[in-house]
């Protein structure tokens, strides 16, 4: 896509949110739920497909694109960008990365237009960044699968139309070998989805235990065929390489807004006859976080041109992802203070993102987690035991 064209995506998008969906998100926090009106608007502008290829009815953008567009999405509620959030992200990036040229054409176009949702079902009870542990099977009956096992905090769970499962195929192969992806329709029988999470924050966007009761699936059910036979730890680690790159834009969006919110605040609540504006320790922690914003924006746009390029898509995309998920918990946690008892009432957009930005540093990866796999990368061998 042309940067022209680019730019238009964007330009409707930025005004869709906070036009659209900002004026909103004190009824989807209320609600947990998006309304249909902005669902289907979402559907109409191709959100459901950005990062699938033209050929598969998608938009096509690359990282550098995407995360131009995923500004603007941070700007407002992250219930809105979990709508389409694992359709372009982890779920399917599964297909993008692993699947047959037939299991693209099947599902992708359905996924980029929004008749699909996809979830991506890694995460287990005692299985989360680090799936070597995982305990979901699936084993061989002549020319079936058969998957049994349960997955924990899986989002878009309760409206998935499909699911991206790993599942445990050699049970004698160590750690994170072994292990495979599978396409699952959730009407398969024996597929059971529970009752939607009760979360600290993010409301609207939903999360639900899975349960996979003797799921029995055709032989080509495994993502990528033969081929991909224990081969899904690869898959899952390239979608969640993609995916912090996305994260790491959302929390940078995020953050524009929670310095605009600091800002408008700041000028417009008085104390002792003038703005608090003028106080310098106020002053201060603006200044912090409009350079927290400059720091995580520069970096992700780095990342994204260097996972395009090919020269890193592994110490790059969990950099950015660590350190955008933190500093936007740090920017959020300024905001309330600059708002005082203000900021932590409920109907101020301040407090709602509070809560909302402090899943970022838990999901697709800790932050532990990234600095493992940071500091792994960065000492070599001589770092792992």
């Not at 680019?6 to 949110?17: D, Q, W, Y």
């Not at 061989?140 to 499909?162: E, F, L, M, Q, S």
């Not at 003038?274 to 720091?295: C, E, K, N, W």
């Amino acid at each position: 896509m042309d940067n022209a064209d680019l730019a238009e995506i964007v330009s409707a998008v930025r005004t869709f949110v906070r036009n659209e969906v900002v004026p909103r998100e004190e009824e989807i926090d209320a609600t947990d739920a998006v309304p249909e009106s902005l669902v289907a608007a979402c559907k109409d502008m191709g959100l459901y497909g950005f990062t699938i290829p033209e050929q598969y009815g998608g938009l096509g953008l690359s990282v550098t694109q995407e995360i131009e567009l995923v500004f603007e999405l941070g700007w407002t509620t992250p219930a809105l960008r979990s709508l389409f959030g694992t359709n372009n992200g982890i779920a399917g990036h599964v297909l993008l990365e692993g699947a047959t040229d037939e299991q693209k054409k099947e599902w992708l176009p359905r996924l980029a237009s929004g008749e699909v949702t996809a979830s991506f079902a890694l995460t287990e009870a005692d299985a989360g960044s680090d799936p070597s542990s995982l305990t979901t099977s699936a084993r061989r009956d002549g020319n079936r699968w058969v998957i049994n096992g349960a997955k924990r905090y899986i989002t878009n769970a309760p409206v998935a139309d499909v699911f991206m499962v790993f599942a445990r195929t050699d049970p004698d192969a160590p750690g994170n070998r072994g292990i495979t992806a599978f396409l699952v329709p959730a009407d398969t029988p024996g597929v059971s989805v529970g009752p939607a999470d009760r979360k600290m924050g993010q409301f609207g966007a939903h999360t639900a235990d899975v349960s996979f009761d003797d799921v029995v699936l055709p032989r080509d059910a495994a993502v990528g065929g033969e081929d991909g036979v224990n081969n899904g730890f690869r898959i899952a680690a390239q979608c969640l390489a993609h995916g912090r790159v996305h994260i790491a834009a959302f929390c940078v969006g995020m953050a524009g807004r929670l310095v605009a919110e600091s800002v408008e605040f700041s000028q417009t609540r008085r104390s002792g006859g003038a703005p608090i504006a003028r106080f310098q320790l106020i002053q201060g922690l603006v200044a912090d976080s409009v350079t927290d914003h400059y720091a995580g924006r520069a970096l992700v746009r780095e990342v994204a041109a260097a996972y395009d390029a090919g020269t890193d898509k592994i110490t790059g995309p969990s950099a950015a992802k660590y350190f955008c998920s933190e500093m936007v918990n740090r920017v959020a946690d300024r905001a309330v203070q600059i708002h005082g008892g203000a900021g932590y009432m409920r109907g101020v957009a301040v407090e709602r993102f509070y809560r909302d930005a402090r899943l970022f540093r838990i999901y697709e990866g800790t932050s532990q987690i990234q600095q493992v796999i940071i500091a792994r990368q960065t000492l070599g061998p001589s770092a792992r035991g």
